[in-house]
């Protein structure tokens, strides 16, 4: 189960790196200020300010039902709140296991309303008996990544596979990571789901890493990688 995540690079870098078309969030930023600008009797005439805060409030640490971004076909960045509102469940569903996203009424109509989640990181919290100890999972040098996804066009879920071997230890499930080379294909609406399960797997063990958090003070920040997206 992925019940936390962090993005802490900067959302607009996937611009340039992946070809995105932000003019959602852009519209969204200039609503945003012109309702501002309204209730103020005032104009605003440079939205950047509200660009910058719009952006800066899809990244930091994500919970259940905060914005996230979200990579929709076309390369089109939009916003969605994280987890699915089920009727009869008090809770969103902010995940959606991949062995059974066929057999599920929720996941079924979605599965060609695929996703992508950019993230540098996600949390899980191995049991030990009573404890509960949290981990921060990553790639090498805390490169960003990206969940694979579904959405309704207001709320999105993070699919989750079998966890790599290597962090089998902390939680029996991890989010599935979709690669370089399984982006446009996972993005295309005309391909079949069936023909893409085989991108729900876990990731090799070489390239994850993480750490346990220790009881005590934090004195380290939250990390500021820049994008350098699938380089290596």
């Not at 230890?169 to 993005?187: C, E, K, Q």
């Amino acid at each position: 189960m992925c019940s936390r995540f962090d993005l802490n690079s900067d959302i607009r870098a996937f611009q340039v790196q992946l070809g995105l078309n932000m003019e959602d969030v852009r519209r969204m930023a200039m609503q945003d200020e012109n309702r501002t600008a309204n209730a103020n009797d005032e104009v605003g005439d440079d939205v950047s300010d509200d660009l910058d805060a719009a952006f800066e409030g899809l990244t930091g640490t994500r919970r259940p039902t905060d914005p996230i971004a979200v990579i929709l076909p076309g390369q089109k960045v939009a916003i969605r709140s994280w987890g699915l509102t089920v009727p009869g469940l008090n809770s969103p569903m902010i995940n959606a296991r991949a062995e059974t996203l066929r057999e599920k009424p929720t996941f079924r109509p979605l599965l060609e309303r695929r996703c992508l989640i950019p993230a540098t990181g996600w949390y899980e919290w191995r049991k030990d008996g009573t404890a509960k100890h949290k981990n921060r999972i990553t790639l090498p040098d805390h490169l960003p990544f990206l969940f694979a996804g579904l959405e309704n066009g207001r709320e999105a879920t993070i699919i989750t596979c079998a966890p790599s071997p290597a962090i089998a230890h902390i939680h029996n499930r991890m989010p599935a990571i979709i690669g370089p080379n399984h982006i446009a294909p996972w993005l295309d609406p005309m391909i079949g789901f069936e023909d893409l399960g085989h991108m729900l797997g876990p990731l090799p063990d070489h390239i994850l890493a993480w750490h346990e958090e220790t009881p005590g003070p934090q004195t380290s920040g939250p990390d500021r990688n820049q994008i350098d997206l699938f380089s290596k």
